[in-house]
Every structure is written in C-alpha cells, then in structure tokens.
C-alpha cells in the first residue's frame, strides 16, 4: 500500500500536468470524524477542461505509482469530478459549483495547503 502523502504528490502532478488551477491539500488526519485523511481540490475552466484534469489524475497515477482510483464519478456533465482512492478523495470542480459548495470552508478546522498554479 502505497503511502497518503506519495499519493497526493502524484495527484498534484497530474493536476498540474492539465494546469488544473487553485489546488488545495486539505489534510483531516487530526479530525475525528473526518471522513477520510485527506481532500485534494482544484479546479478547471470548463466541462472539457475538468475531465481533461480527471483523466490526467487517473492516468498520472497510475503511471508513476501504479495505484488507481476506487471508483470516479461526474463525467455525465463534468461539473464536478470525484476521485476516490480510499484515504484519498479527489475534487475537481467547475469554478461555480466549488464556490457553491465551499469544500474548504465546511471542513475549516483542518490544516490547508495551497499550491501555486503553475503558468
């Protein structure tokens, strides 16, 4: 079994890979009722765009770690994109619905960790 935190680099990389913007680590280790250890949530600019970032996550993955996800959902209409990886859940949204349902903010007493877009 493939350590949390390798898997997470791993996702990054293939968020940036598809230059998915405003990616935030939500590490909920020290939650206790959280329901997994970490959230991993970007975005894109359109439909076409977040299942490009999606895909590359899948495919990065794998590629570089050999682990696969769970289970994937939301690319009837790519508005937000889910990836399970067990301790890991993946969040790729559309602007407007990540604004909607505020993932960070619902889970504000966990450790975020932002990372810069990559130009």
Do not use: T
Request: aromatic content about 10%; charged content about 30%.
């Amino acid at each position: 079994m493939k350590e949390n935190e390798q898997i997470v680099e791993q996702i990054v990389e293939g968020i940036q890979e598809r230059k998915g913007k405003n990616v935030v680590i939500v590490d909920l280790n020290k939650l206790k009722d959280a329901p997994c250890s970490f959230f991993v949530i970007c975005e894109g600019d359109s439909n076409i765009h977040v299942n490009s970032i999606a895909i590359s996550i899948k495919d990065w993955v794998r590629d570089h770690i050999q682990v696969k996800p769970y289970v994937m959902d939301g690319f009837e209409n790519s508005e937000w994109i889910a990836i399970d990886y067990g301790q890991i859940i993946v969040h790729v949204f559309q602007r407007h619905s990540r604004k909607f349902y505020d993932l960070e903010h619902l889970w504000a007493d966990a450790d975020l960790k932002l990372i810069p877009d990559i130009d």
